[in-house]
């Protein structure tokens, strides 16, 4: 066993070497310290605690609460745009739900009103019966009813041009040629309309005006065919020679009066063979539908005369197709009214006695 003498000269031996290494280690933590700014640091954070009692969320507070209500806003907004657009929808569907049924019933007691005054004046200008009127009428309203062409404005035209001199029996294919005439160069019942105006006044006028043309031309139905079947109907009708006018100068040649009434109706009526042939084939029961008879004859005819009646068939905007069916439910309405109030001297004689009674 050691001695105590020993162990105690131990004990201050071990005592002074901790001591020692006490005090390297502190010289290490200093440097250490102030390499790396632990001193600066300890006052920086304590700044900052100081800076940090001073701060107030309030304003922050606010800013978040004010966001929040906006949001609220833009929400609320947001809900009455979608219900408004909600509520056009329905109104919409509403008004075009009205304006095939409720408001067709007056067009087409409108309609039934323009036939009986049309078959009027048709049958004073040509000596026709009322029943040899109507099957010319009917003629045209199975166009309009196939087509998206109007029956009022074709029956106005026909009234016109026939109290101008003109032959029933060719004006009906000369309007329906018309319209598919208008078809083909792709514009719709608009246009019809404006280029039935000017030809019903180059018509009565004995022959094809050049400011008639201009117009029809402007309303973009004046295509190079149809200028063609003019030129071509003035040569057979010996109203041109051959090669004297060509599609550059139909125009001016115009003011020298070849594209008479004739060859006005044969022109148009090339446009309109194919469709009379399909509807023939319908009335005789050969087919149950224009389309099927299109379908099976269309090889038999000219490409010009099948494209225009398919054409003058199409829809080509939401807009045609809606009226397209207006106009066929109007029509459909209006035969009601002819079975309710009859013909033109059946009406006649109904109408009268209403108004000596009243």
């Known amino acids: 066993m050691p001695s105590i003498d020993k162990r105690i000269t131990e004990m201050r031996f071990d005592n002074a070497q901790f001591e020692r290494g006490i005090a390297q280690s502190m010289k290490s933590l200093d440097k ?7 001193k600066e640091a300890s006052v920086g954070i304590d700044e900052l605690h100081k800076r940090l009692q001073t701060v107030s969320l309030a304003s922050l ?6 966001i929040s209500k906006r949001f609220t806003t833009l929400g609320i907004v947001g809900v009455t745009a979608i ?3 909600t509520n056009s929808a329905i109104n919409a569907g509403k008004q075009m739900a009205r304006s095939l049924s409720v408001d067709q019933l007056s067009a087409g007691f409108g309609k039934y009103e ?23 009428l009917d003629d ?11 029956f009022t404005d074709m029956t106005a035209a026909l009234a016109t041009m026939t109290a101008s001199g003109g032959d029933v029996e060719k004006l009906i294919p000369m309007i329906m040629g018309v319209a598919n005439a208008t078809a083909y160069a792709g514009k719709g019942a608009a246009e019809f309309s404006r280029v039935m105006y000017n030809l019903n006044q180059s018509y009565g006028l004995g ?8 117009s029809v031309e402007m309303a973009g139905a004046g295509s190079r065919q149809l200028k063609q079947m003019l030129i071509d109907a003035g040569v057979a009708a010996g109203t041109l020679k051959e090669g004297q006018v060509d599609v550059g100068t139909f125009m001016d040649s115009l003011k020298d009066g070849w594209a008479n009434k004739a060859v006005m109706e044969s022109a148009f009526g090339k446009f309109a063979e194919f469709t009379l042939a399909v509807k023939e084939a319908v009335d005789n029961g050969t087919y149950e539908t224009a389309s099927e008879a299109m379908e099976a004859m269309y090889k038999n005819y000219g490409e010009i005369g099948v494209t225009a009646f398919r054409s003058a068939q199409q829809a080509k905007s939401f807009t045609e197709a809606i009226e397209a069916t207006k106009d066929a439910v109007s029509s459909g309405w209006m035969r009601s009214f002819e079975l309710i109030f009859g013909n ?14 009243l």
Do not use: C, P, R
């Open 32 to 38: 250490l310290q102030e390499k790396l700014g632990m």
């Open 61 to 66: 507070a606010q800013s978040v609460g004010d």
């Open 83 to 85: 219900q408004n657009i």
């Open 114 to 136: 323009q036939k009986m005054s049309s078959v009027q004046t048709i049958m004073n200008a040509t000596g026709l019966s009322i029943e040899q009127v109507s099957k010319h």
């Open 140 to 150: 045209l309203m199975w166009f309009s009813d196939e087509t998206s062409y109007g």
């Open 207 to 214: 022959h094809l005006q050049a400011m008639d043309w201009k």
């Open 344 to 357: 033109l001297k059946e009406a006649t004689a109904l109408w009268t006695a209403v108004t000596n009674t």
